[in-house]
């Protein structure tokens, strides 16, 4: 989701996204991997964190969404020319960090 969702907002900052009817498409495709991230954020949590700890991590993960959705309209008001570049650019980030994750194993995990 992460690396589509980058490739889509480049298409749409770059203005190859200029049919209507397309824009409403690729619009529906975003909403609907908003939802999806939100989605399996639980199914994480609880593969990455164990059970016992789904509450607090769950917690954690919708405090910094909430955080993001509060802050990220005022950063990209700032940025109003590069809005829909830094957000690919965090997407590029996230789908990076995706990569390089690794769950915790042995006593600890």
Known sequence: MFATQAVVY?????????NYYLFIVVSCYLLACYGGGFATMPAF????????????VYGFMLTAWSAAGVIGPFVFETFKPQALYIAAGLLVVGFFITLVYKPPKGKNA
């Open 10 to 18: 480049l298409l749409v900052a770059m203005g190859y996204i200029s």
């Open 45 to 56: 949590a609880a593969d990455a964190f164990g059970p016992a700890y789904i509450g607090k």
